[in-house]
């Protein structure tokens, strides 16, 4: 018989009902322990997509390893590294707590320094003994930053590629300093990018700048402006564009060069550190404010600072331990003992180790005067191109030396001085209308003084 006992069908009740919404608990934790195991790295880089997929998919496995869950790394690629600054810049003023990327990845220590005085980069100390493998500074540069607000994830160089076999051809001159590129016998010879797009074609100018001073810096940079052949938006165009012979010389970082080195042989490629200027930088890693995967961006820092990581830089795509991207990454690591455990399986020079000491670059001045530099460099040799070429071709064919002497000087004058330059930087360049105006003047100021340098020896 049925049991019709009102305490028992009760009972029945609430033991059915209580077995029901454990059920709906287990699958809602279950749901919800499948999401937090999906862990997630969003990154902002100017790196190339054999960084971004070496660096994402060797993260991924060594992640999972040491955590026991899986995560996904998510790219993002706005441009070059000025392009980044401008876009972190930008979302950082719609969104001062955070933007919802996790880590900055990419580009040289200008960019850091200058995010760094907006607050806008998250300090993570690295474990001791990993931060003990590498070098708080290199030659009086900053390797990483002393409140481990940045670090340096590789070292690159700066120096000038070219064609060997197509410049032996064309009875042109080898090139050993940056000076040599003012040459008028290179016209329509160099390839080099917008420095307003590219932060390492702006690294490379701000060198010469500091390796040569304001007046001969930019006496040489119109001149050699004078000579390229056109202004490409990225660094990464230059290095093929000298392999195929689109241009014979070329503005490159290092592992640019090498890249094709190993392509078509060093008979064909040359890559040379230039005595008047050589500067070996960081290409740095940095966590974003309000980075909202802390602690999974805290753990890429130390993977891309990491032995592992390091040697992904350094080895060939065939080596067990290098990366699997044809032709490798080709770049020098920031720990100066792995290349001694190495050896001969290090495809890069060691920059530790170069007998050329390198410039004392200074940061600082880099990171103040960055945006007033590049509108400069836009403004009088870029955005008036044209009218510098007819101008630098007009004296090149002078044959009279004293007009040609006055010609280049007037091709050669600047707006300003460089201590107007930085007292501009640090106080009025962030007003919106007296930069335009002075961008208008500084136009005008271009068109005038190439129409004259020409008409001088005309």
């Known amino acids: 018989m049925p049991n019709n006992n009102p305490i028992h069908q009760s009972f029945k009740f609430n033991y059915f009902t209580i077995l029901g919404l454990l059920l709906c608990l287990m699958v809602f934790w279950n749901c919800q322990s499948t999401e937090k195991t999906q862990d997630q790295l969003i990154i902002i880089s100017p790196h190339p997509e054999s960084i971004e997929t070496e660096f994402g998919s060797n993260f991924e496995k060594w992640y999972e390893e040491q955590t026991g869950r899986p995560v996904t790394t998510d790219w993002l690629d706005v441009g070059g590294t000025s392009s980044n600054f401008r876009f972190i810049e930008s979302e950082f003023k719609r969104v001062p707590d955070g933007i919802g990327i996790d880590i900055f990845f990419g580009g040289g220590t200008d960019s850091y320094l200058r995010l760094t005085e907006m607050d806008l980069l998250t300090p993570y100390k690295l474990p001791e003994a990993q931060l003990d493998q590498i070098p708080q500074s290199y030659h009086g540069i900053p390797v990483y930053d002393s409140q481990f607000r940045w670090y340096g994830a590789a070292l690159s160089s700066f120096g000038i590629m070219y064609n060997d076999q197509l410049r032996a051809l064309g009875n042109l001159p080898e090139v050993k300093k940056w000076e040599d590129l003012g ?27 500091q390796t040569h001073g304001w007046e001969n810096g930019f006496s040489l940079l119109t001149k050699l402006g004078g000579n390229v052949k056109k202004f490409s938006a990225g660094s990464n ?11 014979i010389y070329g503005l490159a970082i290092d592992f640019y060069a090498y890249s094709q080195i190993a392509a078509l042989g060093s008979n064909t490629i040359k890559y040379i550190l230039p005595t008047d200027g050589t500067v070996v930088n960081p290409d740095s890693i940095a966590i974003l404010k309000g980075a909202p995967n802390m602690s999974v961006a805290k753990l890429f820092v130390e993977f891309v600072l990491s032995e592992q990581a390091q040697k992904l ?76 070429v007819d101008a630098w071709k007009a004296i ?31 106080s009025d360049w962030e007003d919106q209308v007296y930069r335009n105006e002075k961008i208008r003047e500084w136009g005008q100021f271009a068109q005038q003084k190439y129409q004259n340098a020409k008409e001088l020896v005309e």
């Open 237 to 247: 165009v230059i290095p093929r564009d000298v392999g195929t012979g689109q241009v």
């Open 183 to 209: 040459s008028p016998a290179l016209i329509n010879q160099i390839g080099a990018a917008d420095p307003r797009e590219s932060g390492s074609a702006h690294m490379m100018y701000e060198i010469i700048l």
């Open 396 to 426: 090149a064919n002078a044959q009279d030396s004293e007009k040609r002497s006055a010609a280049i000087a007037e091709l050669v004058k600047m707006p300003i001085t460089e201590d107007e330059a930085m007292n501009m930087a640090a």
């Open 313 to 388: 830089w350094m080895l060939r795509d065939s080596d067990e331990e290098g990366p699997k991207w044809k032709g490798g990454l080709n770049r020098a690591s920031v720990l100066p003992e792995l290349y001694d455990a190495l050896g001969d399986r290090c495809v890069v020079t060691n920059p530790f180790a170069l007998e050329l000491s390198p410039f004392p670059y200074d940061a600082d001045k880099g990171s103040t005067r960055w945006d007033i530099v590049n509108d400069l460099f836009g403004i009088l040799i870029i955005d008036s191109h044209t009218d510098l």
